[in-house]
Each structure stands twice: as C-alpha cells, then as structure tokens.
C-alpha cells in the first residue's frame, strides 16, 4: 500500500493504518532524536511526542511535501524546543553547583579523539549542530534540512560549512589524520 | 555554498568520524508505541476547561481590579451596553490570566521531571533538587484540594505528580543514587510524564498561552 492510501486510513481512524506508518518512521524520528539528545530517555520523550503531534496535526498535513519531511519538522521542533528546556533547567542548577565548587576543579586526562570531537560537537552553536548532525551524521539533504528547519537550503549550506570550519579549528591537534 | 574553510580530505574523515556521535540504541519500536497509545487515550479523556472556570477569580483578582479600576475612573457615566462589553472583556482576561497559571506550572514540572529523570545517572546537588521539588509539590496540593480535582482524571494525574515530587523532596543525598532509581522506575511505571504532557497544550510556551488548556 502506498503512503498517501495509508494516510488516508489512519484520517479515517484506522488504528493499524496507524501502526503501519509508525512502524515506516519511527527508527529515522528516533535516531534524529538520539543523535541531538544524546540521551535514550529524552530520545523516547521526543519520538513519542512527535508522533502524538503528527497524529494530532495529520489534517492538516497537505501533501505538498513527502510525509517524512513534513514528520522531520515535528521531530527537529520537538526537540529542539524540549533541549532548551532541558539546558535552561541544567543551566540554573550548574550556575548555582559552581559557586559552591570554585577551586575544586578535578583534573581530568587528555581526552581522546572521540571525546575531544563528541565535545566540539556539543560546544556547536544550536543551529550549527542540528544541520550538521542531520547532515553528515543521519545523511539528511539541505532541501530536507531546509524544510525541517524552516530555513532556505543556501542557510542550510553555509550552516554546515561554518559548522566544519569550527570543528577544523577545533581538532587541530589531530589534523594528521586527515592530511595523510 | 562553499566558503575557504572547504577541505574534502578533513569533510571525509569527519563524516567518517562523528558517525560515533550520540550513537542510538536499537529502537524500542514496541514499547514506544504503547507509550503513545497511552498518551493518546488520555489526552482524549482529560478536559482541563472546566478547572479553568474555577480559579479565575484567584489568578486574574489583580488583572481585574486594575482593568475595573481603570475603566470607572475614565468612565464615569457608563451606558449598560458599556458594562456588558466590559464583563465580557473581564471574562477573557481571567480566562488568559488562568491559562498562563496554569500552563507554567504544568511546564515547569514537566521539566523538572524530564531533568530529573534524565540526570539520573548524573551528579546534581540533592538539596537542589527537593527544594525545587517541595516548591512545585505546594502548588500542586493546592490544586488537588481545588475543585480542579473534581476531574478524576486531572486528579489522578495531580496525585502521581503529588507522590513523585514527595519522593524528590525527601531525596537521601546518602543513598541518592538507590533512591533516584527507584523514583524513575515509579515515575515509568505510572505513566507520569506521557499524561502530564499530554495535559500541557502542544508548541511554544507562547502559543500555549494562547491555546485551549
């Protein structure tokens, strides 16, 4: 059965119509929510809140674009919205654990690789990271990102170039491995 | 776009690389699905609408007396029709007043209950934690001996938020670790943060506001 006779049946109130377009989109909601949370319980809040919204909104859904790309903008909305949430709540508890724990910084080991790119990553501006991830991490295209993140392509493009040129700068002690 | 930073060998290994990145688990395909079953259901049976009608006086009080206030200052000799159009105006400012109220304080738990779930195998300061807990914990008994918890559904939801910030608030920061586990376990067990966001009107806090609570 093809996409838009599923669509149909699920606006028709067919419950395994529902579960048959979860089960087709599910894994990439997920793994986008994995990849920007970084965190199996928050991923599982936002795919499940993506697809209660898509469910809720699904009349809406004109079928200008294809139904992955218009679930993906949910997902990146969720879960952008839900990680600033989460970041202003830490924030606040950060600032005030901090004052309590000047002069008491333990001293960690060079990190390796993986750590020293997982932190850059992190240490990305908002919408730095998100193209990035979505592009070179999940393999998403910049007309994909474009419509996900409400932004032209051109943005989407120069948005994953200053993105790298960070990252370049800030693995520059490992700049061997890719010059050989 | 390409811009002078562009390098195709360090492109490639960082593809490559950052494959590592925040590397998902399988995906829990079944168990999310009875989760937003669940979720859905609820959302169908809870109406928040009629606990909005009982606290507008309290939320809104000083919205109203400023907006009567100012009105029969600059309205001294005001026809009736005048005073219908005000009540009707003064209606839905309580009404906005006790959507604000209320949807703060369901978000501000709804986060407060994803960090800490999600900081559970973290470091964070315990006594932070129970009192930000027992701070939320005082609204929420006051809601549940409002007439807002005449709706057996919202009540339900308020007594499990009610149970899990007591645990919070009560928090060990000797045995933290053993009793935040327990308290995640709880909070999955019962579905607490499925149904109170479901209770929370969807898209930005702003738009929220605005929406139907």
Same mark, same amino acid.
């Given at each position: 059965m093809d996409e838009s006779s599923l669509i149909a049946r699920v606006r028709a109130g067919d419950s395994a119509a529902e579960r048959a377009l979860y089960d087709a989109h599910v894994d990439r909601v997920y793994r986008l929510a994995f990849r920007l949370a970084g965190d199996d319980a928050l991923a599982q809040d936002f795919t499940q809140e993506t697809f209660i919204r898509a469910f809720d909104r699904l009349g809406s859904f004109r079928g200008d674009a294809a139904f992955s790309t218009w679930l993906h903008t949910i997902t990146t909305t969720v879960v952008l919205n839900g990680l600033r949430k989460v970041k202003r709540f830490r924030q606040r508890e950060t600032d005030i654990d901090d004052a309590h724990d000047i002069g008491s910084m333990p001293r960690h080991a060079e990190p390796d690789l993986k750590t020293r790119l997982k932190q850059a990553i992190d240490q990305l501006p908002e919408g730095y990271r998100t193209v990035f991830v979505m592009h070179d991490v999940e393999g998403f295209t910049h007309e994909e990102i474009g419509v996900a993140l409400g932004v032209e392509t051109g943005t989407s493009k120069a948005q994953l170039s200053r993105a790298r040129a960070k990252l370049r700068v800030a693995l520059a002690d490992f700049a061997g491995e890719w010059i050989t | 776009?390409?811009? *002078?930073?562009?390098?195709?060998?360090?492109? *490639?290994?960082?593809?490559? &690389?950052?494959?590592?990145?925040?590397?998902?688990?399988?995906?829990?395909?079944?168990?999310?699905?009875? &989760?937003?079953?669940?979720?859905? &259901?609820?959302?169908?049976?809870?109406?928040?609408?009629?606990?909005?009608?009982?606290? =507008?006086?309290?939320?809104? =009080?000083?919205?109203?007396?400023?907006?009567?206030?100012?009105?029969?200052?600059?309205?001294?000799?005001?026809?009736?029709?005048?005073?219908?159009?005000?009540?009707?105006?003064?209606?839905?400012?309580?009404?906005?007043?006790? *959507?604000?109220?209320?949807? *703060?304080?369901?978000?501000?738990?709804?986060?407060?209950?994803?960090?800490? &779930?999600?900081?559970?195998?973290?470091?964070? /300061?315990?006594?932070?934690?129970?009192?930000?807990?027992?701070? !939320?914990?005082?609204?929420?008994?006051?809601? !549940?001996?409002?007439?807002?918890?005449?709706?057996?559904?919202?009540?339900?939801?308020?007594?499990?938020?009610?149970?899990? !910030?007591?645990?919070?608030? !009560?928090?060990?920061?000797?045995?933290?670790?053993?009793?935040?586990?327990?308290?995640?376990?709880?909070? /999955?067990?019962?579905?607490?943060?499925?149904?109170?966001?479901?209770?929370?009107?969807?898209?930005?806090?702003?738009a929220r506001n605005q929406g139907a609570l």
């Amino acid at each position: 059965m093809d996409e838009s006779s599923l669509i149909a049946r699920v606006r028709a109130g067919d419950s395994a119509a529902e579960r048959a377009l979860y089960d087709a989109h599910v894994d990439r909601v997920y793994r986008l929510a994995f990849r920007l949370a970084g965190d199996d319980a928050l991923a599982q809040d936002f795919t499940q809140e993506t697809f209660i919204r898509a469910f809720d909104r699904l009349g809406s859904f004109r079928g200008d674009a294809a139904f992955s790309t218009w679930l993906h903008t949910i997902t990146t909305t969720v879960v952008l919205n839900g990680l600033r949430k989460v970041k202003r709540f830490r924030q606040r508890e950060t600032d005030i654990d901090d004052a309590h724990d000047i002069g008491s910084m333990p001293r960690h080991a060079e990190p390796d690789l993986k750590t020293r790119l997982k932190q850059a990553i992190d240490q990305l501006p908002e919408g730095y990271r998100t193209v990035f991830v979505m592009h070179d991490v999940e393999g998403f295209t910049h007309e994909e990102i474009g419509v996900a993140l409400g932004v032209e392509t051109g943005t989407s493009k120069a948005q994953l170039s200053r993105a790298r040129a960070k990252l370049r700068v800030a693995l520059a002690d490992f700049a061997g491995e890719w010059i050989t | 776009m390409t811009d *002078q930073h562009e390098d195709p060998k360090f492109d *490639q290994w960082l593809k490559e &690389r950052a494959k590592s990145y925040h590397s998902p688990l399988p995906t829990p395909r079944d168990a999310l699905w009875k &989760r937003i079953e669940n979720a859905r &259901r609820h959302k169908r049976v809870i109406e928040l609408r009629p606990w909005m009608r009982w606290a =507008v006086a309290a939320a809104a =009080v000083l919205v109203l007396g400023i907006g009567i206030g100012r009105w029969s200052t600059n309205q001294p000799s005001a026809p009736a029709a005048a005073g219908t159009r005000v009540a009707i105006e003064i209606d839905s400012l309580a009404d906005v007043a006790y *959507q604000v109220a209320a949807t *703060q304080y369901l978000s501000r738990t709804e986060a407060f209950l994803t960090s800490f &779930r999600a900081d559970a195998n973290r470091s964070v /300061n315990t006594a932070r934690l129970a009192r930000q807990a027992r701070d !939320l914990l005082t609204t929420t008994q006051l809601m !549940l001996d409002s007439p807002a918890a005449d709706n057996p559904r919202l009540r339900s939801l308020l007594e499990d938020l009610e149970l899990v !910030l007591m645990q919070i608030s !009560l928090l060990n920061p000797v045995q933290d670790g053993q009793d935040r586990d327990l308290i995640t376990q709880g909070m /999955n067990q019962s579905n607490v943060l499925p149904k109170l966001r479901s209770a929370i009107p969807a898209g930005p806090v702003s738009a929220r506001n605005q929406g139907a609570l």
